[in-house]
């Protein structure tokens, strides 16, 4: 299981909410983004993560996320 889908599912089962993926910031040329995406749990940023995609910045999120939570 991918981490984002792990990170909502320990999210719904510990805290019952669904996690919401915010970008937070966007830079670079269109043909070359950088995404720095918040993941949250109601008004809580939990973590942020990074990538050339929001998917792939989602995933770290998520990743990181999973690590501060302590649901590795």
């Known amino acids: ?3 984002k889908s792990y990170f909502q599912e320990k999210a719904q089962d510990v ?3 669904t ?10 040329p269109d043909h070359d983004k950088h995404f720095v995406v918040g993941v949250y749990l109601n008004d809580e940023l939990v973590a ?3 990538g050339n995609s ?3 910045a989602q995933r ?3 990743k990181n996320g999973l690590a501060i ?4």
């Open 19 to 28: 996690p919401i993926y915010k970008v937070l910031e966007e830079k670079g």
């Open 54 to 56: 929001k998917q792939e």
């Open 15 to 17: 805290a019952r909410v």
């Open 60 to 62: 770290e999120a998520a």
């Open 1 to 3: 299981m991918d981490s």
């Open 69 to 72: 939570k302590g649901w590795v």
């Open 48 to 50: 942020k993560g990074e």
